[in-house]
Every structure is written in structure tokens, then in C-alpha cells.
């Protein structure tokens, strides 16, 4: 099936390179890996940005260094499964993030180097009926990432020094926001949920003890999805899309 087909939105936009944004290993998994390897089956080129490396993670007995480079690794397999091989470690401490400008430059800085047509993170706003989805650390990633999309990525003026680094502006025309609510455009992932749960098993650190319970979690919610939206018994990732061009 074209992948037009498989993305239902109010508008036929579909992307030709997307660069997902996310706070911490295991965000893209949970929220957006059917619908990553529904875009790298067609072709679609993929990009993760990672602004931490989950340093603050569970097992509490490891340190930050030690849970860096497990971590790492584990994103940097569950991507593979998903058809992923680009992965931009940001560096940022995991548990402090806040939205401001050295956030915003680097996610601005990192738009421009990737030069996607679509940015896919966090919602920067707070659900209140999902509040695992509104880790601090998701909202200023959101935030910041809204802030570098536009205005920052596409304004010579915002970090004059990006220009000095020799990346030029970039406009990215949409955003697909993980928000739980207010979805309106829906990504078929019934080709793809699989490798989206091999993907999230592949965070062993994080999932080992859900691994029974994991895979019938992930289909539940991919099927109260497309009901809410009305598509039936399809399986479906839901998204808020933005207008950016
Ligand atoms: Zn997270």
C-alpha cells in the first residue's frame, strides 16, 4: 500500500526525511516506532536525536556512565530494528532538561545539519490524564524543539553563531506531536507493530520485567487509537500535526 494510503490526516503532506526529537532512549519506541518503520519501509529517511542518554534510568545501582553506554547501545539496536542507523547524542543530563536557549540552539543546530521535512517529539504541553507522558524531561524537549523548528532552525538571526558553524537556515514545514490528546493524524501500524515491540523489548535495561505484559500493552493502545479516531480495527500511532511551512 502507498504509504499516502497509511497516513490519515486532514492534508496528503507525506514526508520525505523525518528527524524524531525525544528526551530519552525508549520515547521513540513507546510513542512513534510503528510508524518510523512504516516511513523506512517506503523509502522515508529516518534520523533520531536524542537530547540525553537516560543516565538517569533504571538500574539505580549503575552509574550514570555505566547506564550511558547500556542505554546507547540499546537505542542504537532498537533503531536498527526499526530500519534507523543516524543517532545524534545530545549529551544532556538526564532529569535536568529545561527549555532554554542552549536547548533551543542545539536542537537548532541539529535541524540544520539533518534538514528534515518533518520533526516528530514531544508535546511541550501537560496532559494531565497521562502523566508518565509528561516527564518534566518530555515537556522541555518539546518545547524546546517547537522553539527550534520555528522560529530558531529557519532565522539566521537566532544563533548568528550557527551561521559562523557553517549551517545554513532551515525551514521545516511540518511537526507531528506525541500528545495523547487532541490527535488528528494517524499512522497505520499493523505491518509494522512487530518490530515496534522487538524494538521496545530491545531496551532490556528498562523492560526485561514487562516483557509478558509489554506486547499486549502496545497492541491495546494502538487499537483504542484507531477507535478513537474513528479507523476502526485498524492499528494506528495518533499524532497532533502542526502547520510550519
Ligand atoms: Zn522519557
Redesign the pocket.
Known amino acids: 500500500m502507498a504509504l499516502a494510503e497509511l497516513i490519515h490526516a486532514v492534508d496528503d503532506f507525506v514526508p520525505s526525511k523525518a528527524l524524531l526529537i525525544?528526551?530519552?532512549p525508549?520515547?521513540i519506541d513507546f510513542g512513534a516506532a510503528g510508524t518510523v518503520a512504516t516511513l523506512t519501509d517506503h523509502g522515508v529517511e529516518v534520523v533520531y536525536g536524542l537530547v540525553t542518554s537516560g543516565q538517569a534510568g533504571e538500574p539505580a545501582h549503575l552509574s550514570p556512565a555505566e547506564l550511558t553506554e547500556i542505554r546507547q547501545k540499546e537505542q542504537t539496536d532498537a533503531a536498527a530494528i526499526v530500519g534507523v542507523t543516524e543517532l545524534h547524542w545530545l549529551g544532556f543530563p538526564d532529569g535536568h532538561l529545561v527549555a532554554d536557549l542552549e536547548l533551543r540552539k542545539a536542537l537548532a543546530r541539529l535541524i540544520r545539519v539533518v534538514r528534515p521535512d518533518l520533526v516528530i517529539t514531544h508535546s511541550p504541553v501537560r496532559n494531565l490524564e497521562r502523566i508518565y507522558a509528561a516527564?518534566p524531561?518530555?515537556l522541555a524537549t518539546g518545547e524546546a524543539a517547537v522553539a527550534a523548528v520555528y522560529p530558531d532552525a529557519r532565522n539566521g538571526h537566532s544563533f548568528p553563531e550557527l551561521l559562523t558553524e557553517g549551517h545554513a537556515p532551515h525551514a521545516v514545514p511540518r511537526l507531528w506531536l506525541m500528545t495523547g490528546y487532541e490527535n488528528n493524524l494517524h499512522v497505520e501500524i499493523g505491518d509494522t507493530i512487530d518490530r515496534k515491540i522487538e524494538a521496545l523489548l530491545a531496551h532490556h535495561s528498562q523492560n526485561s520485567d514487562r516483557a509478558e505484559m509489554l506486547p499486549i500493552m502496545i497492541r491495546d493502545w494502538a487499537a483504542d487509537n484507531a477507535a478513537a479516531a474513528g479507523l476502526g480495527e485498524r492499528l494506528v500511532e495518533s499524532f497532533k500535526v502542526v502547520h510550519t511551512e
Do not use: F, I, P
Open positions: 525525544v528526551a530519552h525508549d520515547d516527564h524531561d518530555h
